[in-house]
């Protein structure tokens, strides 16, 4: 019998968190610099080769790595149409200004620059989404989907679908 199978990691139970500042340029609430405490959840919809579809510590561990490199930082996102960033001639300086002409200076040890268009959850999201493909060997997936919560209660998710492989039930 072929049977649908997954996995699920609680961001919050499994500690599978990290805290971070950012903002969003123009909006009325967000446009100031604040953070968050952010976890982390995952489902993944796939085989069970052996024992398991994914072992729980190694995905733990590919998910805690992304939280490590995020860890109380500020991130900013590198294609935000509303902000520019530079960095100071030595290099060690990086410096946002918005279109609101608000100016902010981190030590370049500080900050993470990510490859998205906004430091939105949805956006945040996405990028911790394509991070976590990039570290599995995907061949026996059907999905895997990641809830990014900005604290209890609020936070955005998103899916990732690959194409039914030969004996996948297709269920997720």
């Given amino acids: 019998m072929n049977r649908g199978m997954w996995i699920e990691l609680d961001g919050w139970k499994a500690k599978l968190r990290f ?5 969003i340029p123009n909006h009325s ?3 100031r610099l604040h953070g968050h405490t952010y976890a982390i959840s995952v489902k993944i919809v796939g085989q069970q080769i052996g024992n398991f579809v994914i072992d729980f510590e190694d ?7 992304i939280c490590e490199t995020l860890d109380h930082t500020t991130l900013l996102a590198s294609r935000d149409e509303n902000v520019q960033i530079t960095k100071t001639e030595t290099g ?3 410096v946002i200004v918005g279109t609101s002409r ?16 906004s430091v ?3 956006d945040l999201c996405s990028y911790l989404l394509d991070e976590l493909c990039n570290k599995l060997d995907l061949s026996t997936f059907s999905e895997i989907s990641i809830r990014l919560d900005e604290g209890l209660g609020q936070g955005a998710g998103c899916v990732r679908h690959f194409s039914q492989r030969e004996g996948d039930s297709g269920l997720g």
């Fill in 92 to 94: 060690d300086i990086v």
């Fill in 120 to 122: 939105s959850a949805e």
């Fill in 102 to 117: 608000k100016r902010y200076c981190f030590p370049k040890e500080d900050v993470v620059i990510l490859p998205i268009n």
């Fill in 59 to 65: 995905l733990k561990r590919y998910v805690g790595e």
């Fill in 19 to 23: 805290s971070a500042c950012h903002f």
């Fill in 29 to 31: 609430k967000c446009g």
